[in-house]
C-alpha cells in the first residue's frame, strides 16, 4: 500500500493506492496563511486519515508520493519555488519522512497527473505520451519509454511556456507568445471576450453565464448552435492549440495526446478539429508512426495515482 497525496492551493487531496486501485480518497483545505511546516503537519494527518478510511494499519504503508504545485527538485524531495504559496527551497520530503516516519517522495504536480494518465488512465497501452492539462494555464507531462521525464533537476517539461507566437501576448512568465497565452481555458475566454467586444449581436451572448460573465465553454456552445463569431473564436483555439502540440509531436514523436483539464471536458467537439489541424501540422507521418488524440480519463484522481506511482518507482 502505498500514499498518494494531490496538493494544490486549494486543498490537499490524499488516497491509498492498494495493488493498482485507489481507495480512501480524504480532502482538507491548505492556507497560503500555513508556513511550509504545517503544511507538512497538515499532510501527515491525510496520509494517516487515507490509512485509516482505508482500514489498513497506516505502519503498513510503503511510501508517500506527493505531486506539489511549483518547481520541483524530486531527487531531494524539495519544492524550489512555489510562488502561491511563497515557499522556497521547503524540504517537503524531510518535513513528511519525520513527521510520518516514511519514505516520501515528491514531484511536480503536473508530472504527477501525466504519470497517473499513463499507468492508470488514457495512456495505459502506449510506452510514449505527453499529457496537455489546459486549465488556466497549461500544463502536462511527458511519459517516455514508459518512464517519467523530468529534466536535469526535475526542471523540464514546462510545455506551457514554449513560444508559438513570436512578439506575442505578455505572459505571466515574462515572455511573450507562450502557448499557455493561447490555449488555456484563460486563454479561450478572452478570446471570446474580444470577439464579443467586437461583434456584440454574436449569440454567445446567450450561452454566458447568469451574470453575463463568459466561460470557456461559451464559444464551442454557440459554436453548435451555428453562430459564425463563435465557429471563427473555436478556429483560432484550435490552431493555436494545434500548433503547441504540432511542435511537442514533432520533438518528441509519442504514440499520444492527451488532453486534461476543463476544456478538454467538450470532448470530440475540440478532439474532432484538433485532430484535422494538427496532421498537417507534423513532420512524420501518421502512416508510419500512428498518433492518437485523446481525452484524459482519470478526472480529478490523475494526481493521486501518479503520486502513489511515482512513488512506487522510486521503491524499485
Not at 505531486?67 to 531527487?75: I, K, L, Q, T
Not at 488532453?259 to 513532420?283: C, Q
Amino acid at each position: 500500500m502505498i500514499i498518494g497525496i494531490d496538493l494544490g492551493g486549494m486543498s490537499a487531496k490524499a488516497a491509498c493506492l492498494v495493488e493498482g486501485k485507489l481507495t480512501a480518497r480524504v480532502t482538507a483545505e491548505t492556507s497560503s496563511q500555513a508556513s511550509p511546516y504545517e503544511t507538512a503537519e497538515l499532510l501527515a494527518r491525510l496520509a494517516r486519515s487515507a490509512a485509516e478510511c482505508a482500514g489498513i494499519p497506516f505502519e503498513e504503508a510503503e511510501a508517500i508520493g506527493i505531486g506539489s504545485p511549483g518547481v520541483v527538485d524530486s531527487e531531494h524531495g524539495t519544492v524550489v519555488l512555489w510562488s502561491n504559496f511563497g515557499w522556497k527551497d521547503v524540504p517537503l520530503a524531510a518535513y513528511l519522512k519525520e513527521l510520518t516516519g516514511k519514505a516520501v517522495f515528491v514531484t511536480n504536480d503536473a508530472n504527477a497527473a501525466a504519470l497517473g494518465e499513463a499507468k492508470y488512465g488514457a495512456g495505459k497501452k502506449y510506452e510514449n505520451s505527453i499529457l496537455v492539462t489546459l486549465g488556466t494555464g497549461v500544463g502536462g507531462g511527458i511519459i517516455l519509454d514508459g518512464k517519467l521525464f523530468e529534466g536535469y533537476k526535475s526542471g523540464g517539461a514546462e510545455i506551457g511556456h514554449m513560444v508559438i507566437r513570436r512578439n506575442g501576448e505578455l505572459c505571466t512568465c515574462g515572455r511573450r507568445g507562450c502557448f499557455e497565452r493561447y490555449a488555456s481555458a484563460s486563454g479561450l475566454i478572452r478570446m471570446t471576450e474580444q470577439a464579443l467586444g467586437e461583434h456584440p449581436e454574436s449569440a454567445m451572448k446567450k450561452f454566458c453565464k447568469p451574470d453575463g460573465s463568459v466561460s470557456g465553454k461559451t464559444a464551442f456552445a454557440a459554436a453548435r448552435a451555428g453562430d459564425e463569431t463563435a465557429k471563427s473564436v473555436v478556429g483560432e483555439y484550435v490552431a493555436a492549440l494545434a500548433d503547441g502540440i504540432a511542435n511537442l509531436i514533432n520533438i518528441l514523436r509519442p504514440q499520444a495526446v492527451m488532453l486534461g483539464g476543463g476544456v478538454s471536458n467538450e470532448g470530440e467537439n475540440l478532439l474532432v478539429p484538433l485532430r484535422e489541424a494538427v496532421s498537417p501540422r507534423i513532420y512524420v507521418s501518421e502512416e508510419y508512426a500512428p498518433l492518437d488524440i485523446v481525452c484524459a480519463q482519470l478526472g480529478n484522481d490523475a494526481g493521486l495515482y501518479g503520486a502513489a506511482e511515482y512513488a512506487a518507482t522510486k521503491l524499485k
